[in-house]
T-cell receptor, first 114, second 113 residues
Framework: AQKVTQAQTEISVVEKEDVTLDCVYE???????LFWYKQPPSGELVFLIR??????QNEISGRYSWNFQKSTSSFNFTITASQVVDSAVYFC???????????FGKGTKLSVIP | SQTIHQWPATLVQPVGSPLSLECTVE??????LYWYRQAAGRGLQLLFY??????ISSEVPQNLSASRPQDRQFILSSKKLLLSDSGFYLC????????????FGDGTRLSIL
């Protein structure tokens, strides 16, 4: 069985602070894919990134960066110089290769205070 | 570019009434389609997925059903709604090949009275 744990239920930061959202996963698959999604207050889920299990390179996209560490089964997400528009619930998700079932974590609600 | 449309945005229904939520995708062919429910507390639960017309897989036993009458149309239905069916329903699509990201619609907030 697969499992995704986002231990941080809610985080509050002051604007311009950096913040890291943690994601730890469990899977028996040797090939799998990890995702991060953003859910703003309006409700839709917005895809942020996909990472496959063979690619452990960290990725940076503007103020967003992702740290994938297979040794610790973690796929953490850092927002640098946070902004109010970053306020949302962020979900980490996992799917095994060839599977259709995306396993989501319970999400981390990020509040960025001006 | 691909777009996904989901309606209605909000719905209030009495217990025991029927339900029909519709989702359509534009700009792609033969997508995988998915229905999720997000109950209060934010967790997302996969309800159904479809890899082709008329092909529906159910992930959890429940009061709901799904149909795919056309390639890019996915419908979530119920004959008699229960209070426990309240929630936020999200439709999603993905490309067929290689565990591509799922892209979500704007969701339907369903309240059962």
């Amino acid at each position: 069985a697969q499992k995704v744990t986002q231990a941080q239920t809610e985080i509050s930061v002051v604007e311009k602070e950096d913040v890291t959202l943690d994601c730890v996963y469990e899977t028996r698959d040797t090939t799998y894919y990890l995702f991060w999604y953003k859910q703003p207050p309006s409700g839709e889920l917005v895809f942020l990134i996909r990472r496959n299990s063979f690619d452990e390179q960290n990725e940076i996209s503007g103020r967003y960066s992702w740290n994938f560490q297979k040794s610790t089964s973690s796929f953490n997400f850092t927002i640098t110089a946070s902004q109010v528009v970053d306020s949302a619930v962020y979900f980490c998700a996992l799917v095994g290769a060839g599977s259709y079932q995306l396993t989501f974590g319970k999400g981390t609600k990020l509040s960025v205070i001006p | 570019s691909q777009t996904i449309h989901q309606w209605p945005a909000t719905l209030v229904q009495p217990v025991g009434s029927p339900l029909s939520l519709e989702c359509t995708v534009e700009g792609t062919s033969n997508p995988n389609l998915y229905w999720y429910r997000q109950a209060a507390g934010r967790g997302l639960q996969l309800l159904f997925y479809s890899v082709g017309i008329g092909q529906i897989s159910s992930e959890v036993p429940q009061n709901l059903s799904a149909s795919r009458p056309q390639d890019r149309q996915f419908i979530l239905s119920s004959k008699k709604l229960l209070l426990s069916d309240s929630g936020f329903y999200l439709c999603a699509w993905s490309a067929v090949v290689g565990n591509q990201p799922q892209h979500f619609g704007d969701g339907t907030r369903l309240s059962i009275l």
